[in-house]
């Protein structure tokens, strides 16, 4: 009986361990963010009000990084999805880019489906004015970030087809 009191409380500690690891306070806007199993995605790592993340993975959902550090949403991106039978880029969903304050380096993250629809119309409006070398340094990532003639694209994935 006491091994069984002992296994259930263990049981227990290891669910409120791994929940905790799932959630973070913002390190920008200071809410609280939980993680959801109805959010499209199984490693949350942003906020879904203000959209800044925090990095907490070296590799996808691993929890691993030690930095912690702040990362701000400077634009948006799709998905690279190959090429369709025609030879032309598929365009894949809505990804979120990312930067570290203290080192600069640049992440892309995926959406999440509680994420705040205004926040990324303003990152895509914000991101416009990004400087031509920060454009470029993005290319030259493999990132090629979302312009204001592909704004009906991103609508098309946030709301459905033709609003």
């Not at 296994?7 to 993680?35: A, P």
């Not at 979120?96 to 994420?115: E, F, P, V, Y």
């Amino acid at each position: 009986m006491i091994q069984k009191s002992k296994n259930k409380i263990r049981k227990i500690y290891i669910q409120k361990e791994s929940q905790q690891e799932k959630e973070f306070d913002c390190l920008n806007c200071g809410e609280i963010v939980f993680y959801s199993p109805f959010i499209g995605t199984a490693h949350r790592n942003h906020c879904p009000f203000c959209l800044w993340s925090k990095h907490v993975d070296l590799k996808t959902g691993d929890r691993k990084a030690k930095c912690l550090e702040a990362m701000k949403p400077i634009g948006l991106t799709f998905k690279q999805e190959g090429l369709n039978k025609y030879g032309l880029k598929r365009r894949g969903e809505l990804m979120i880019i990312h930067q570290r304050l203290k080192c600069g380096k640049i992440s892309i993250n995926r959406l999440a489906g509680d994420d705040d629809e205004k926040m990324i119309l303003q990152i895509l409006e914000k991101s416009q004015n990004l400087p031509k070398e920060k454009i470029k340094e993005l290319k030259k990532q493999g990132i090629e970030i979302i312009t204001s003639g592909q704004k009906q694209e991103v609508l098309n994935q946030l709301f459905g087809e033709k609003l």
